[in-house]
């Protein structure tokens, strides 16, 4: 048989989330249109439906026509000589569209075309507002005004003007009194627009030719003042040529000073008290070569020779012969060292003086070079000083001509302008489309108002689904649960009314329907449930629901029979003291049970009772008296008599009263190793689900996570071909 860890490590759990961790709600799109995907149907129906009827009735209450008249902007004329030419400036050019639209559709040009068009007054619309035989202007501006549309047509330098009437022709006649009257006003805007343009136009020109003169004067005093006679860009003078010769030898002179710098402070730093002269392989190879030092190698050489003869003798090591000649050779290379180490000082010297005059030659000369250069850039800066005031007057020069040149322009413009006055063309306004009599309704249109209705509808469909979805708080299915921060999904099981094996008793499905799909949920759930108290170590898991109804007692059931088949001991502890239910699931003897026990009438082995599941024991309620004071469960008796279980059964499961109507659950949560929830879908809120989960995180026991039971398809949406698909397979292994 197949036991469990024996011990729970002593690991630490993770720190409980802070709060009541109440999550925002999370819209699955996929989930809502398979859950009310009838109510999308209807909607789209009902919508059709109703887009239809306002068609309907708006063609038959209050039908309109619209008549267009479409107006193209121009850009202004950029050569007077040459009409046709323009320039276009975009910000100008909507500035222009834009106020053109305003003026057409301004109280004073609507007035103008109400009063002094001899149209209007035979039309249908003029009906409703004649007094005296005269068109009334007080209702009829104020009416003509809704009636009439200007707008730019976007991407393009068209203006469009719209007249929406309930009559065919009366838009047409309106559009055209509106169109003259806005031509009418073009042409009297204009010619007084030229003649008010071209005085301060006039009065700038000769005061740009005044200053003209004046720069001019100025330009000249400054050259005579400077000397200055070449162009701007004259870079042939002897003060640059100097300042080109000059930098470059100043930078070879700096390159051969700070050379000289560097190795002088080197063989500074060599000659500081305390510090040992280092010489160069030069300096060594030129001291070698020098005639005393090669006489003292040769003396010492001969000196060696002698040695080696009177060794070749026979003479030995004390010999005073040898001795005489030891000595002699110890003088001589003491000489030898002493004449070395005075040449190469000698050397060295000599290289440090040859050192520090080359760097003082550099320096007198650098600084001299510098002086001059510095000079040369003063009096270069004097003169482009001035030559730069020159070029800043002829650039205000060259300002104030091309100003004069627009000015020019712009009057000769004016009076080109003043001269476009044409039958489809005043100014910059041309008319390329006039108003024609509506030959089709303009509103209602029924390829507009059937998706309206539709789209409507349907909106205000998904804002009720939306809303729905927003204020109910339940459980529905496994996404409910996720959203919830720190509570794992330990699995769902099916509602049984899904379950194509149709169990007899939830509450023993496993046993009665092994290949049916609450089985396989209870199973899955299984899974997870030995893989995380195997994890932890722990043995001991109370099964703790929500509210009433959710389903404890059967998951306790069938869990059990599911960890006994995987060949486990399992001992399952009915503490409902309230509701007592799982002595009659497996068809025993109502006490003596828990309450025995706990209140000493009985011991654990004479109250435990074996199922007629293999590998499953049965510790009841009790007898009815011993159940009534359920805060026994809370006892130190409580705790010894888990953990006598835990040492004799691989697990023991716990079942207790719902955590909504009594607090058992939280007292055995701190006597049992761990602790999973279990919830009914379409019953328990998540809120409900985090506040039980804050109060188990301060409990001993180790909280797994939740169990959702009674899930429908509903949910979901492809539970139910899940189901399906498993149950029709089950039933093939089984033939």
Known sequence: MSTMTAARPAASRPAAPAGSGVPTVAINPLKIVVQYRYWLIASVIIGGIVGVAAHLGFRAVSPLYRATTTYQALPPIADPLKPDVSTVDREEFERFVQTQTRIITSERLIRDAVVNDTSLPGTEWAKGHMAGGRLDPGTAVEDLKDLVRARVVAGTSLI???????????????????????????????????????????????????????????????????GITGGENDNTDAEYVRIYMLQPAIAEITQRFERARVRAATLEAQLKPGQAVTYTDEQRDEAERDPVL?????????????????????????????????????????????????????????EYD?????????????????????????????????????????????????????????????????????????????????????????????????????????????????????????????????????????????????????????????????TGAVSEGFRQVRG?????????????????????????????????????????????????????????????AEGPGLGDVLMHKNTLDEAVQQTSVANLSLLAAGSGPSRAVPERLATETMSQIIKTAVARYD??????????????????????????????????????????????????????????????????????????????????AAA
Do not use: W
């Open 294 to 350: 090669l006489g003292l190698k040769q003396r010492m050489a001969q000196i060696r020779t002698e040695m080696a003869a009177k060794e070749q003798s026979g003479l030995g090591a004390e010999h005073k012969e040898m001795v005489s000649l030891r000595k002699l050779a110890e003088q001589t290379e003491a000489e030898l060292n002493g004449e070395r180490e005075r040449i190469l000082r000698k050397l060295f010297d000599s």
């Open 651 to 732: 697990v023991v499961l716990v079942d207790t009263a719902p955590a909504m109507i009594a607090g058992e659950g939280l007292a055995l949560a701190n006597r049992c190793d761990a602790v999973c929830l279990v919830v009914r879908a379409f019953s328990e809120k998540r809120g409900l689900i985090a506040r039980l989960r804050d109060q188990l995180a301060d409990a001993k026991a180790e909280f797994l996570g939740v169990v959702v039971n009674g899930v429908r398809s509903a949910s979901g949406g492809y539970l139910r071909k899940n189901i399906k698909a498993a149950s029709d397979y089950q039933s093939g």
């Open 528 to 588: 997870q449930l030995v893989k995380r108290l195997g994890q932890s170590g722990a043995k001991s898991l109370l099964v703790l629901s929500g509210a009433p109804g959710s389903g404890a007692t059967s998951a306790v059931s069938n869990l059990a029979m599911g960890m006994a088949a995987s060949d486990l001991k399992v001992l399952v502890i009915d503490a409902n003291f309230r509701r007592p239910a799982l002595h009659r699931v497996f068809k025993l």
């Open 160 to 226: 469009e003007v719209s007249v929406t009437t309930r009559v065919p022709n009366d838009a047409k006649l309106i559009a055209e009194a509106v169109h003259r009257a806005y031509f009418k006003d073009l042409s009297a805007s204009g010619k007084v627009r030229g003649t008010e343009q071209r005085e301060p136009l006039n009065v700038e020109l000769n005061s740009i030719g005044t200053e003209i003169r004046r720069i001019d004067s100025l330009i000249a005093q400054r050259q005579n003042e400077r």
């Open 354 to 514: 040859k050192v520090r005059q080359a760097r003082d030659a550099a320096e007198a000369e650098l600084k001299e070079l510098t002086r001059q250069l510095n000079e040369s850039i003063r009096r270069r800066q004097d003169i482009a000083r001035a030559q730069t005031e020159i070029q800043l007057l002829k650039s205000d020069r060259e300002k104030f001509v091309t100003r004069q040149a627009e000015l020019r322009a712009a009057i000769a413009g004016i009076d080109v302008t003043a001269g476009l006055d044409r039958l489809e063309r005043i100014g910059r306004v041309r008319r390329v489309e006039e108003a024609k009599t509506p030959d089709r309704l303009f509103f209602p249109r029924l390829e507009i108002m059937l998706p309206l209705g539709i789209i409507a509808i349907v909106g205000l469909t998904i804002g009720v689904i939306v809303l729905r979805e927003i204020v109910d708080q339940r459980v529905k299915g496994p996404t409910d649960v996720s959203m919830i921060r720190g509570v794992r999904l330990l699995g769902i099981v099916p509602s049984a009314d899904e379950d194509p094996s149709r169990p007899a008793s939830v509450e023993t499905a496993f046993r009665d329907s092994p």
